[in-house]
């Protein structure tokens, strides 16, 4: 398990986050309005709605920031509900990052920041006599708690514990146990790979009579008797269907199409985002826990087997808080700051930081670091950006950019350094570059083969519009060879985008 430890946690993130960007572009639609729009949704479908991919989402923005609390604290493992509170005071911006601003007594959360605000500490400042059944059994704690059962490899009553103290920071009742049983079978799932032996795993953590307990004994027994996922949810819609709850989206009904989605496609990453997605409700936050789960269980290679979900958005998220400049980042790079929280909890030996400790070291199959093809008018060339085992060292992986009609002109290829500005439905999009005047940026390459002579250079763009590129020297290896790129950053009045 630890051998191939890092490894599960970028799959379980970036199935998080495929999930994410599969339901996101319509979060809170209904299965009939889905169905008569797409079918059945096994794609990414933002394109159809008129929206970008890659979107900030407190789904992951709060999954990948209130776990830091393990690793402020200090105390990892022994981290208490009141650390867990103090963290979102330290990196929430009232308004702006992270939470669904709804409102006092509507959205669990900003009404759980302003209880902290006003110096009522975890765990009452999500209590239910404090707040109420309604609000504090919404879906939130189950969004945000993927990280706990990924830095508890093999552990499923540590992360139970542990996603149950962070839960308690706004929800109560059936949320935490909705939240307790994700964060166990993700944690599970590092070992054991039979789907029905998660969900024992997961429902074991919480008491008998939960209503979450009941939800998993239906929909499991529902899923055997049925001939297709649809029958499952018609069961689902009439016992646990929203006009059963009060509040503006509560976890049973959402926590009960995951169980179907994972009864249904136990060991097919694309069919599972299918069925939860096409199921409908809160889109974004399902298809991520059920993504987050199947990534690990299933592995990294098979996350992209029936469909390319990674390279149309590279890697890429956003996670506006109060600390700038990780608004921008991607994949791996979080995946490792988890796996670097779970070698503390383990006891195990943190690894060193790959290629000496290089922002971009590509160490995982497919990892691309946000680097997308960069196509602006007058570029005639094409390329293609990929994952491959380097030809100069087989045991590290390395960026390949293949080019095409490369005679008739320019190739480019960038990944975002900043944030750009603006919104994104509730959410703020905000941060400040990772590259900041008189840094140096270095890049190492090779030219393994070209049928005409290259000429590379790098290059820096301030934010702005009509803002003039800041080249690197030029570089020309011909048609094969090795090359070092190096270029500081000036002094500038806007930042690095």
């Not at 490894?7 to 309005?33: D, H, N, T």
């Not at 958005?313 to 995946?335: C, H, K, N, Q, W």
């Not at 005639?380 to 390949?400: G, H």
Request: hydrophobic residues 40%; glycine residues 8%.
């Amino acid at each position: 398990m630890q051998e191939d430890y890092i490894k599960s946690v970028y799959a379980g993130v970036l199935g998080k986050v495929i999930g994410v960007y599969m339901g996101r572009p319509f979060e809170g639609w209904r299965k009939k309005r889905i169905e008569e729009k797409w079918g059945l949704v096994d794609h990414y479908v933002n394109e159809d709605m008129n929206q970008p991919l890659v979107v900030p989402d407190d789904d992951i923005t709060g999954t990948l920031t209130f776990i830091r609390a393990l690793e402020d604290s200090g105390l990892y493992a022994d981290t208490t509900a009141e650390f867990f509170g103090e963290a979102w005071l330290n990196y929430i911006i009232e308004n702006k990052t992270i939470l669904w601003w709804g409102g006092l007594g509507v959205s669990t959360e900003h009404t759980a920041y302003l209880r902290l605000k006003e110096g009522i500490k975890a765990p009452s400042s999500g209590s239910m006599e404090l707040n109420g059944q309604a609000v504090s059994e919404q879906i939130g704690a189950q969004i945000f708690i993927d990280g706990f059962g990924l830095v508890c490899p093999g552990k499923p009553e540590l992360a139970a514990t542990l996603a149950e103290r962070a839960a308690r920071v706004a929800h109560d009742g059936e949320a935490v146990y909705a939240a307790k049983v994700v964060a166990a079978m993700i944690s599970a799932a590092f070992a054991e790979k039979h789907m029905d032996r998660l969900l024992d795993i997961g429902v074991s953590m919480i008491p008998a009579d939960a209503m979450i307990a009941r939800v998993h004994r239906d929909i499991r027994e529902w899923s055997k008797e049925d001939s297709n996922w649809r029958e499952t949810f018609n069961r689902i819609e009439a016992k646990y269907g929203y006009d059963k709850f009060s509040g503006y989206c509560h976890v049973i009904p959402n926590h009960a199409i995951m169980v179907m989605a994972w009864c249904w496609a136990p060991n097919n990453f694309r069919r599972s985002q299918a069925i939860i997605n096409t199921a409908g409700w809160d889109t974004d936050c399902n298809a991520a826990n059920v993504g987050c789960l199947m990534g690990v269980k299933l592995g990294l290679e098979r996350i992209n087997e029936d469909y390319d979900f990674q390279s149309p958005f590279a890697d890429r998220i956003y996670l506006p808080t109060s600390e700038g400049t990780r608004g921008v980042s991607d994949v791996l790079r979080e995946a490792m700051h988890l796996s670097r929280i779970g070698c503390k909890i383990m006891d195990w030996d943190i690894p060193s930081s790959p290629k000496d400790g290089a922002l971009f070291h590509f160490s995982q199959p497919g990892a691309l670091h946000g680097f997308m093809p960069e196509k602006m008018p007058g570029d005639a060339a094409e390329c293609i950006c990929r994952n491959v085992t380097s030809s100069v060292n087989t045991k590290e992986r390395c960026l390949e950019i293949e080019i095409s009609n490369l005679s008739s002109g320019i190739c480019r290829v960038s990944t975002p350094l900043l944030a750009e500005t603006g919104s994104s439905g509730t959410y703020e999009i905000m941060g400040t570059s990772i590259i900041s005047p008189g840094m140096k940026v270095s890049i190492e390459g090779r030219i393994t083969e070209s049928s005409a002579p290259l000429s590379i250079k790098t290059f820096i763009r301030p934010d702005g519009e009509n803002t003039e590129m800041i080249y690197s020297n030029v570089v020309s290896p011909g048609t094969e060879g090795s090359f070092v790129l190096e270029i500081v950053a000036p002094d500038m009045d806007r930042p690095i985008k």
